[in-house]
């Protein structure tokens, strides 16, 4: 079978990556990177040995792709995935997937219409340490992230909640199978337009709480997932894709013991599984483990934290914010 011929929108820090892996994957053909930065177009497209546009019909009638990763400013991503969809070609779209719920259905609704493949960037999904947990995981109690890094001008068109807490609202919304019964937050800018430190709690239908803190004026980086079950407590580390277990057991009736586990399970670039993943699923013509659905459901969340934010975190439902 022929290999998908794979084009890459926007070349910035995360579409390079983007257009090595997809230069290296064996399923893949990478045709062609576009950038409206020429002199960067120009740069890419001769480190990966192909063309290089700045427009983007130009790109589609000369390179003609199966498939393109949009990896440009949110602001522009319901255009993009519009044309390219309307053109006939599969999609995966940085997250998060649009700027408001409303581009997120009407892409959900062109995506059925021309039967495409629409996936999300939720790169996380991908992490060996979150595939791993996911497959031993009972009903949470509670979850706990915290991600954050030192100040970076690169990405400061959005907050960060756009920026970075979608990453974990998505992972929770993953794993905690309930609706959202109310969302409180709380936000402040720092050194950007936007919000630069954010925390929000999250209480679920079935009894769950989740709590999320994501900062981009920290003094060191820190991505990690702690879970509260019944009868154990799980800690991820994103980065290190490193997962301890703890839990307690009663030994010859001389009390509670606690047994500390460290498994062992494969261990994986993520965003070279999720483009993997996204070719396979062209190849194929299946659905990808994040689809259009899932992201409009992190963005009503994030606008929902967001609109708590802007509130001065007063508690409300996600249905009363994200409607609004």
Do not use: W
Request: charged residues 25%; proline residues 5%; hydrophobic residues 45%.
């Amino acid at each position: 079978m022929e290999p998908v011929r794979v084009g890459v929108i926007g070349v910035g820090h995360l579409g390079y990556h983007h257009a090595r892996i997809c230069a290296e994957l064996p399923e893949a053909e990478l045709v062609g990177v576009v950038d409206i930065n020429e002199e960067r177009a120009a740069a890419v497209g001769e480190d990966m040995s192909v063309p290089y546009f700045t427009d983007i019909d130009h790109f589609f009638e000369v390179a003609k792709p199966d498939a393109v990763s949009i990896v440009v400013p949110t602001s522009l991503h319901y255009e993009i995935a519009c044309k390219a969809i309307k053109l006939g070609a599969n999609v995966l779209i940085e997250k998060p997937v649009t700027t408001t719920v409303e581009e997120a259905e009407e892409l959900l609704r062109l995506a059925a219409e021309k039967r495409c493949v629409l996936q999300v960037g939720h790169v996380e999904r991908f992490n060996g340490a979150v595939q791993y947990v996911r497959k031993i995981l009972n009903p949470p109690h509670f979850i706990q992230s915290r991600r954050m890094g030192p100040f970076t001008p690169r990405a400061t068109d959005v907050g960060v909640v756009m920026d970075l807490m979608i990453h974990d609202i998505d992972i929770i919304l993953s794993l905690v199978h309930s609706e959202i019964s109310s969302i409180s937050a709380l936000g402040r800018s720092i050194k950007s337009d936007f919000e630069d430190v954010a925390s929000a709690q999250m209480a679920f239908t079935n009894g769950a709480m989740a709590h999320i803190l994501v900062s981009r004026v920290a003094e060191r980086r820190l991505r990690t997932l702690e879970i509260m079950e019944p009868t154990r407590y799980i800690t991820l580390n994103y980065e290190t894709q490193d997962v301890t277990i703890y839990r307690c057991v009663r030994q010859n009736g001389r009390g509670l013991v606690e047994i500390v586990e460290h498994p062992v399970f494969p261990k994986y670039e993520p965003l070279r599984l999720e483009l993997q993943h996204f070719v396979m699923c062209v190849k194929e013509g299946r659905q990808p483990l994040v689809g259009i659905a899932d992201g409009k459901r992190a963005l009503e969340v994030a606008i929902a934290i967001l609109r708590q934010i802007h509130q001065g975190g007063q508690s409300g439902s996600i249905e009363a914010v994200a409607s609004t």
